[in-house]
């Protein structure tokens, strides 16, 4: 290999939040025209390690040289001026504006700033990424994935010379993924350096040049991807051996417990399936094809408009999340939990037992005891990093760490059927292993799981069986014996109108 300069070297940064140390004097060089995977656990220091680098935290020590400069601290602005780009972990698209808006945002197009002119552009990129968005659609009514594409667009659009991308693929489907995959890799060959932080080790293993890896906010190692594996790769992430993705399932398929006939709502036509206790119901489907639509539909939070919906074979009337939480024992774990999953600005172990807190209050007082209890079991068992489950705020959590709040939250109802809107997304190697085993131990006792997931891993390593959704509609539905990968897709997106079931 030719000896290349680094576009980006971090030296000895280091970064202290209140009881964390978030980087422990980290070095980490990177080269233009190169994909560098940046690994670790929930709460390893990824995220805050970008941040470093586009200014939006400064560091308590080391150097940042870009290009040749070197800072103490870069600023956004400073990040920019270098061609620094970032999409992060949360979105960070104005909700309300509309998708061209968003990618033209804080640009300079000239004087004359017209919708027209946005529009072409914004309809271009999507155009050139081959994904069907309307440019003048506000973001707030996009699916996740195409929020993300949106992301992804608006940093394309700026010429990055160092493009960051904080868990890009995580609300993405398989498809999608492969588009963003080969926007990076041209990106690549022209010259970019691409920071890339998944937890998906298939992922890296695909994607990029070498791979950092960071444990409790020291860094470890880096390697050369083509000269590593996966177990190399858990091992110095977790600091230990794991042998096995999934845990072992022993639970017993029962009765249906759960049955749409036709149910049709919130954009989405005539879904009918059975659940059964015991069963992990896995639910596929390209971003956008209206799994997470339907499931709010049956959890009362949208409007059903025609079709039924049976709990134990009888006819159930759920109009609200609070119903079908307490009185039909329904819970959802939402995919964005942002915005639906979890009160950021409050505690962890005030999160994890709000939906609970009548059965743990005694004349309007909360038992701090049993709230502790409560909290304690499910931090420990997800293993949430944190000071104090008590005393910390939800929003200082990683990005995983927050996801496990939110799967907390949902589980403490110790409700019969669970709906998992991707349940693990964000979520590292070691803490998925323990939330199936959450998920197994559920079915043992004879709840129901149904999980909507778009990895596709999860999705065979977990269901007992399958149903595919095509645009808005049921595709089809794949019972273990017939699992693979090729008809899921293959039926994805076929999206006929047959019905099946
Ligand atoms: N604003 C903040 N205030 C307090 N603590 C914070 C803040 N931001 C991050 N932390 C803490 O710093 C540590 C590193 O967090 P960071 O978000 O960098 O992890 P990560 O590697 O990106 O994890 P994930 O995979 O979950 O996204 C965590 O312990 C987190 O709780
Ligand atoms: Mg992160």
Same mark, same amino acid.
């Given at each position: ?12 940064? #280091? ?7 978030? &980087?422990?004097n980290v070095?980490? *060089?990177?080269?233009?025209g190169?994909?560098?995977a ?5 709460? !390893? ?15 308590d ?22 061609g ?12 309300? =504006? ?16 017209? @919708?027209?002119?946005m ?5 271009e990129?999507? *155009? ?13 009514e ?5 929020? @993300?594409?949106?992301? %992804?667009?608006? !940093? ?6 160092? &493009? ?7 609300? =993405?489907?398989?498809a ?5 995959f ?11 350096a ?6 998906? =080790? ?6 990029t040049?070498?791979?950092?890896i ?5 860094? %470890? ?11 190399? +790769? ?6 230990r $051996? ?20 036709? +149910? ?16 992990v ?30 709990i ?15 009185k039909? /024992?329904?819970c959802?774990i939402?995919? *964005?939990r942002k915005?639906e999953g979890?009160? =950021? ?5 005030w999160n ?20 502790? #209890? ?11 990093k ?12 990683? /990005? ?15 409700a ?5 809107d991707?349940?693990?997304r964000?979520?590292d190697?070691?803490?998925?292993? $323990? ?5 197994? *131990? ?13 990895d ?5 390593g ?9 645009e808005?509609? +049921?595709?089809?539905? &794949? ?11 293959d039926?994805?997106?076929s999206? @006929? ?5």
């Amino acid at each position: 290999m030719e000896t290349k300069q680094p576009v980006l070297s971090l030296k000895d940064i #280091r970064k202290v939040f209140p009881g964390v140390v978030a &980087l422990d004097n980290v070095s980490i *060089d990177f080269y233009p025209g190169e994909v560098h995977a940046l690994i670790g656990e929930n709460g !390893a220091g990824k995220s805050t390690f970008i941040k470093t680098i586009t200014g939006a935290h400064a560091p308590d020590g080391g150097t940042i040289t870009v290009e040749g400069d070197c800072y103490t601290a870069m600023t956004p602005l400073i990040a920019r001026q270098h061609g620094i780009e970032c999409i992060y972990q949360e979105f960070n698209l104005i909700d309300a =504006l509309s998708a061209a808006e968003n990618i033209c945002y804080g640009q300079k197009l000239g004087k004359l700033v017209n @919708q027209k002119k946005m529009n072409k552009i914004a309809q271009e990129l999507f *155009d050139d990424f081959g994904v069907d968005i309307n440019p003048e659609t506000p973001v707030r009514e996009l699916t996740p994935g195409h929020m @993300q594409i949106v992301e %992804i667009a608006k !940093a394309v659009s700026k010429d990055a010379k160092i &493009l960051i991308l904080d868990e890009p693929t995580a609300p =993405l489907s398989i498809a999608e993924v492969e588009i963003l995959f080969k926007i990076v890799r041209r990106l690549r060959d022209k010259g970019v350096a691409i920071i890339f932080i998944s937890h998906r =080790l298939d992922e890296v293993f695909e994607l990029t040049d070498r791979v950092s890896i960071l444990r409790d906010g020291i860094y %470890i190692t880096t390697l050369n991807t083509k000269e590593t594996n996966r177990a190399e +790769l858990i091992k110095n992430m977790v600091g230990r $051996e794991m042998s096995a993705t999934f845990p072992p399932r022993n639970a017993q398929i029962g009765d249906v417990c759960l049955e749409l006939k036709n +149910l049709t709502g919130n954009g989405v036509k005539n879904i009918s399936l059975k659940a059964r206790s015991g069963e992990v119901l896995g639910i596929s489907g390209l971003v956008g094809a209206g799994r997470t639509e339907i499931m709010k539909v049956v959890y009362g939070a949208e409007k059903k408009q025609w079709g039924e919906v049976y709990i134990n074979g009888k006819l159930a009337n759920i109009t609200s999340p609070h119903d079908a939480m307490h009185k039909y /024992g329904i819970c959802l774990i939402p995919e *964005d939990r942002k915005r639906e999953g979890c009160f =950021l600005s409050e505690t962890i172990s005030w999160n994890t037992v709000y939906n609970v807190l009548p059965k743990i209050s005694h004349l309007g007082v909360v038992d701090q005891k049993e709230e502790g #209890r409560i909290a304690d079991f499910y931090g420990k068992s997800m293993r949430i990093k944190a000071p104090d489950l008590k005393r910390t705020k939800v929003f200082t959590l990683s /990005g995983g760490n927050q996801q496990k709040v939110v799967v907390a939250k949902a589980m403490a109802v110790e409700a019969d059927i669970v709906i998992f809107d991707e349940p693990t997304r964000g979520i590292d190697v070691g803490a998925k292993y $323990e939330i199936y085993e959450l998920i197994n *131990d559920m079915c043992e006792h004879g709840k129901c799981v149904i999980m909507i997931t778009s990895d596709m891993e999860e999705l065979l390593g977990m269901s007992d069986r399958i149903i595919v959704f095509g645009e808005k509609c +049921l595709a089809g539905e &794949l019972e273990k014996n017939q699992f693979s990968q090729e008809k899921i897709l293959d039926l994805a997106s076929s999206s @006929q109108n047959d019905i099946g079931a």
